[in-house]
C-alpha cells in the first residue's frame, strides 16, 4: 500500500503522464502540473538540479482517489470514511521498512521542493504529513511548509488539531516531536487532510481505509511514526520559542494568504528509500481542492441526512475553491425541507459560504444543470435564505477583517405546491438509439 504501487496501477491504465525533459523545480513544475492534473497524475523524471523525480497530481481526481480507495463512486466513499473516523484500527509498528533503506544528516537542498507561484516566499514542502502525539493524543495532518534553510521550515499551524498539541508543548516549554513524512499511497493523504474527529489518529482512519495493512516504523531520534513504505520520512521537532514570517503563499482559493510569524520544525534526520520519488500538491490546484473538501462532503451529506432521509449528492465545486461553495441534492418531501437542508450543511462546515440545494434530478456535479435547476425552480424572494455576519473562512479575502461573512443558502427544489410537470426536463423518445443508429 505505498504511492509507488498505486502509480504503477495508474500507469497500467495510461493515467501516469511522465515528463522526461529537464524542468524548472521554479514555476516550471508547477505550470506542468496545473495543466495535467486533470488528465493524469504527472511524473516528472528530470528537474534541474536534483537527482530525485518529482510525482504530482495522484489524488487530483474523484476518479482517482476512488480507485486507490477501492470504493464505488461518492456515496459509498463517505459511509467508508464516516466509517472510518467512528471505528480507527490500531496499525502495526514493524522494526523496518522501505523509507529506512537510507539514514542520513538533513539536507533540505537535496530534495527537490517546488516554488509554485510568483508571489510566493519561496520553496515550499506540501505533501508533506506531520504526525505528532501528546499526551495520549496521536495526530497526522498536511502543512505547508516553507525551506528556510537545509535544516530548517517554517510551519504553518491553523488553530486546530496539531495546534493544541503543539500549544500544550509550548507552556511547558519543550519542543514538540514531529514525524514528517512525504510519498505516500492516497488513503493517507485523504485521512491527513480529512476533518477526523480531535484525538483521532489519521494513521488509525487510513488503516481503516486500507483493510489493516498500514504498517508504521518509529523514529530513531524522536517519539514519532512514519509509514513504514513512504518515500521520504524526516525526524524534527518544532521550536518552542522561535517564530520566523511565513508566506506569502497561495492557499486554494488561489489568492495570497498574508505573511504571518509562525512556528520553525528543525529537522534532525531524514530517512529515505534509495531511490525516492518526491511527492507535492500544487497549491489551490485540483488536488489541493478535492483533498480539502472531500472529507467535509462526507460530513454534509451525514448532516443533511438527519433532516431529510434521502440525500443523492454533495459536491463542494472546484470553482468554490473545494472549500466555499456546496451543491447538495435531496429527496424533498414536504415544503421547507430544502430550508432545513441548506442549514444543516452551513453547521456542518462552517467554512461554507455560498449553498445551492436541488432535487435529486439534478446531477450536483453538473454545474450547468445545477445553474438550470436555479433558473427554472429557484424564486429569490421565496428560496433564499439570508445569514448576516456569519463566521466564515479566513480564507475568503472578501470577510470582514473579523472574519464575519454572510452566507446565503439557495433553496433550488420544485415548489411541492405547482404541478410537478411544469419543472419536468423535456425527454426526446429513444434519443440514444436514434443517434447510435443513424450517427454510427
Ligand atoms: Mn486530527
Redesign the pocket.
Known sequence: MSLRGFLSELEGEGEVYRVKAQVSPRFEAAAIIRKLEEKAAIYLEKIEGFDIPVVAGVCATRRRLFKALRVDGNLDFYQRLLEAFSNPSRCRVVDDGPVREVSEEPDLSKLPILTFYEGDGGPYLTAGLVYARSGGVE???IHRLMVLDKRRLAIRIVP???YRLWREAREKGKPLDVAITVGVHPALMLAASS????????YEVANKLLGGSLKLVEGEIVEGYAPAEAEIFLEGRILPNVEVEEGPFTDVTGTYDAVRRQPVVEVLRVHRRRNPIYQTILPAGLEHRLLMGIGYEAKIWSAVRNVTPEVGGVNLTVGGCGWLHAVVAIGKQREGDGKNALMAAFAAHPSLKHVVVVDLDIDVYNLEMVEWALATRFQGDRDLLVLREARGSTLDPSASPEGLTTKLGFDATRPLNLPPEAFRRAEIPGAEEACKKILK
Open positions: 495526530n497526522v495532518s486546530r488539531h496539531l476533518p477526523a474527529p480531535f484525538g483521532t489518529s489519521e
